[in-house]
């Protein structure tokens, strides 16, 4: 199973992602208190180690913007949390052939659609992966037992409210990845113990 810790902002983020080792981090490049811009990011890009995927978080943005810092070795995947659809994901594909992880909202009140942009995201060669969260950064769990009659036949991820103290339940649900923003922090920043932890946590996952 795989790990990433995303809303990655300071240059102390990257020591600790350097020392834990998870498979992906984020940088998100929509609003958000996280928010970095790209001279910003590209900065924390250059102190990277190999071997850790750096992903673009997105919401509604120009897909020039986003084939911009694939091109530039910025970003290697874009994580697409708004409106985007295939078409969207398509003209993206066309300029800069970058992966899409493709988020999909589940909560009580929007089973149906959910199915539905499930059947259609997870359907299309397009999407190379899929994550489930209940909402844009809220840091709130959903209620996880919506997923057991859901068929996800793409490789997903599982966000949203996952910390220390869950993310035993977040691995029995078996994504492809779990991915973690606020339960990595500490009074609003990354907290390199915890980063640490989690990181163990899901590496020791057989």
Not at 10 to 34: H, K, L, M, Q, T
Not at 110 to 134: A, H, K, M, Q
Not at 159 to 175: Q, R, V, Y
Request: hydrophobic share 40%; charged share 25%.
């Amino acid at each position: 199973m795989k790990i990433k810790i995303c809303g990655l902002f300071r240059s102390e983020d990257i020591d600790y992602v350097n020392e834990a080792r998870p498979d992906y981090v984020g940088f998100v490049f929509a609003e958000s208190r996280r928010q970095v811009s790209p001279e910003q990011a590209a900065n924390l890009r250059s102190r990277l180690i190999n071997g850790i995927v750096p992903v673009g978080v997105f919401v509604n943005a120009p897909a020039a913007n986003i084939a911009a810092l694939y091109r530039d070795g910025v970003i290697s995947i874009a994580q697409l949390h708004g409106a985007e659809d295939e078409d969207y994901i398509k003209r993206l594909k066309n300029l800069c052939g970058i992966p899409v992880i493709k988020t999909i909202i589940l909560d009580e009140q929007n089973l149906s659609s959910f199915s539905l942009l499930l059947r259609t995201f997870g359907s299309t060669p397009l999407t190379d992966f899929l994550l489930i969260d209940s909402g844009a950064g809220t840091g709130k769990t959903f209620n996880w037992d919506l997923l057991e009659p859901q068929k996800v036949d793409r490789p997903w991820f599982l966000a949203g409210g996952i910390n220390l103290d869950n993310i035993d339940t977040s691995i029995a649900l078996k994504p492809y990845a779990i991915d973690v923003s606020s339960g990595a922090e500490t009074d609003g920043v990354k907290d390199r113990e915890k980063i640490i932890q989690l990181t163990l946590q899901v590496k020791s996952e057989k």
